[in-house]
């Protein structure tokens, strides 16, 4: 081959491969956002005759809130702090106003964010006076040593932070009231229905690539002694990781404890190759199944696909992403 004839093939394939590359530079990147509201028995004539359309309403709500943030440019973090505040808003869900009650008839908080990028996470449990606790989980990753505050001492911080504080009564409502009553009196088990649901959280990818997770939950009713769930535990509740996937779960929080559910999918998708949705029935249908544990997962992957995966007969969650895809969906059809 002549020497001019090389360089002109050297020049083809130098010139091939930049269009390329510069192609694949100019295509939209995915942007992808999933919530959810708990997961768990919902009885169909608990919702009555509209098939809940406030809770789709409140779920189409938080899932555009949070799909702006994604289209306006914002982060993965952002988006999922937004959506998820959103719900801890409407007092229908289980975190914020409207959170379960404790034994002694107190909300008791639970929240903890991820940033798929870095790894940072941050988390609060049993905080009692902060209105949008997963505000305080993002404050205590970004803005303090550690990953977890408990209690007096995340209040402490909240208050050091410039947080206003709320008194308690702010997140009670009279239906969870009759609902702890009853669960007192025996009449329902702690996630008898829509009694215990409604933890919330969500997942995202943004334009620019990296996941993130949050979750946010008053835990369950009757809780006593302190119990902390899943929800604010890193790897057990939610997690983050820009190589594998964000997952947010609801559902037995003392199973996915054990499990480390969260965790348990990212880890199959990173070491074993396997799709986010492979990873997710493995983790929700069969290890979590055949130890006892109910409840639901939402997560998304890399390149930007979301799965929703549950093991209980229904779980309140919404999709978006910008492929056109838009679900607000509460049981398995
Ligand atoms: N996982 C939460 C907890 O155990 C409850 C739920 O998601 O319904 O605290």
């Known amino acids: 081959m002549s020497s001019h004839l090389r360089t002109f093939l050297w020049l083809l394939v130098t010139s091939v491969t930049l269009a390329t590359a510069h192609a694949a530079d100019q295509e939209p990147k995915m942007i992808s956002i999933a919530i959810h509201g708990g997961a768990g028995v919902i009885a169909r004539s608990q919702l009555g005759e509209d098939g809940g359309l406030a809770y789709r309403e409140a779920l189409g709500a938080a899932l555009d809130a949070g799909y702006a943030v994604l289209e306006a440019g914002g982060s993965s973090l952002d988006a999922v702090s ?72 995340a209040e402490e911080f909240a208050l050091q932070r410039g947080f206003t504080l709320v008194p308690n009564e702010y997140f009670i409502t009279p239906t969870r009231k009759r609902q702890l009553e009853r669960v007192l009196q025996g009449r329902r088990t702690p996630r008898n229905e829509l009694d215990g649901l409604g933890t919330v959280g969500a997942v995202a990818r943004d334009a620019t690539g990296n996941l993130a997770a949050a979750t946010s939950t008053g835990g369950m009713t009757n809780k006593r002694w302190g119990r902390i769930g ?77 799965v929703l995966e549950f093991n209980s007969p229904g779980m309140f969650r919404g999709l978006r992403t910008s492929t056109g895809e838009r679900l607000i969906a509460i049981y398995a059809d």
């Open 82 to 153: 937004t959506a998820v505040r959103a719900l801890e808003d409407n007092p229908l869900f289980n975190a914020g106003k409207g959170a379960v009650l404790t034994h002694d008839g107190s909300a008791e908080l639970d929240a903890s964010i991820m940033d798929g990028a870095t790894l940072a996470a941050g988390a609060v449990t049993g905080v009692r006076h902060v209105r949008h606790p997963i505000d305080l989980a993002r404050r205590v990753m970004e803005d303090s040593p550690h990953v977890m505050l408990s209690g007096a001492g």
């Open 230 to 306: 899943d929800s604010p535990i890193i790897g057990a509740g939610t997690y983050a990781n820009n190589a594998s996937c964000a997952v947010s779960a609801t559902g037995h929080g003392e199973y996915f404890i054990r499990s480390v559910v969260a965790y348990d999918i990212c880890a199959l998708v990173e070491y074993r190759g396997i799709s986010l949705a492979e990873a997710a029935r493995e983790v929700v249908q069969n290890k979590l199944r055949e130890r006892g544990g109910e409840g639901g997962i939402i997560a998304v992957d890399a390149k930007g696909n979301i």
